[in-house]
């Protein structure tokens, strides 16, 4: 239906002709059905729906629909061809998603270093397969649907086949007796069995407890907390039956990251009040002899004790990348000859581990592109002597916090791929990379290359 309607206005016995305002019936639709429609910015409630609309001085009425899971499509309408009455919209499915989450790591603040939390961003695709030659398939291992709370990166024990991982939580505290709304970020840690959906919380309270490593005989958990004071320090926990929870360090620095070799030294990263970067330090579990060894972050410690995994900010901005990167290096455990193993990576190295056997480590690197050409974290896998290099996932999503299990057949890490961060995992098979339980040999030919 369309017409053009004459209005007049009476004002103190005076006739005013406005003017003639065309209009016409119009209906709007869309593909998929039911997504939500908005006209010039107001809500029109859900497809499809028909409108009588009118085009004083040829306006033209902006379109939206929104669909979850798919992109917004945008359409105009005018009065002209006055015919036109039916407008359908096509809906694109989307590819990707912006995420939001919570890490707990160090950050640049007005008083130097600190360990707090950070909101953070990371695209995701929805599509979770993985289309490498190099990975035939992952397996996702955890399946959190919560938008307020994140999974953190996991690490699986030695001796059987469980993992750990925290859960970081956001609350809002309402306002209350004249004090304002607050938020509260806090972190726990749960257990689960790689057989298994379910979960067993292992720390309580509001807490940030991150950074869970097992020890040796995966009797103890060691982990970073807040829970003796506003400054993060080294515990440990029961991993099996009820227990209570021990200190390790105790000092005016904040101390994380914490790997535990079979000698029972502990290797991990702490930060001084005002430091300017993060140190590597070893420490028994008893917290005897505490060792500054050099600068660097997230340290570990290979099972023999004899190495130790470290990234550190390069001192000159990359050629490519245009700033500073994260490299890896590896050092002695008394700290002497420290090791450059990424000098010609055009990416952030974050995340290393040594495999069971000390042939291999698994790290996330942000050199690779997708789909987009943005550089994203995936998975990658390099020779412990760092001659040959190879990239695992390519999936566009953000993957990181790669760690070996037991027996060297999988590799668990984070991604969000999906749309939510969750714990998977990848057959080693494909590539030849198998444990070896005597003295490391030399790197096979098969070895993947870069």
Known sequence: MKSNSCRAIFLAGIVVISGCVAH????????????????????????????D???????????????????????????????????RLNLTKKVRVLTHFIEIEPTTTDQGIALIPQEKEAVAYLETIERSASVPSVTQMTYNMDDSTWIGKPVVSPVSDV??????????????????????????LWKQNVASAAKTRLTFGKWQDIYPAFSPDASQIVFASDRSGKNKTLWQIKSEGSGGITKITNSDSADYCPSVAGTDMLAYASLPPRADSPQVWTVRRDGSLPTQLREGDVPQISIDGQKILFTRLSSEPNAVRGKQLRQLWVMSAEGG??????????????????????RWIVFACDEGKDSTGENN????IT???G???????????????????RNQEFIYFRSNRGGRFNIWRLPMAFIGVRRVYSTPVTVPANTPDR
């Open 377 to 380: 974290f995936d998975i990658w």
């Open 53 to 87: 609309l009118q085009f004083k001085d040829s306006h033209v009425y902006d379109v939206v629909a929104s669909l979850p899971g798919y992109e917004d499509e945008k359409a105009t309408i005018a009065y002209e061809p006055p015919a036109e009455t039916d407008f």
């Open 383 to 385: 020779s412990a002597d």
């Open 163 to 188: 993992f750990v991982y925290p859960i970081v939580v956001q609350d809002t505290i309402p306002a209350q007796d004249g004090q304002p709304s607050r938020t509260i970020i806090s972190s726990n």
């Open 337 to 358: 000859g420290e090791t450059l193993l990424t000098s010609d990576v055009n990416g952030d190295v974050i995340d290393p581990r040594f495999s069971p056997d000390g």
């Open 387 to 405: 001659a040959r290099r190879s990239q695992l996932t390519t999936n566009g999503s953000r993957d990181d916090g790669p760690c070996f299990d």
């Open 24 to 51: 016409k019936m119009v209906t709007i639709d869309t593909v998929p059905a039911g997504a939500r429609l908005t006209l010039d910015g107001q809500d029109a409630g859900a497809a499809p729906v028909q409108r």
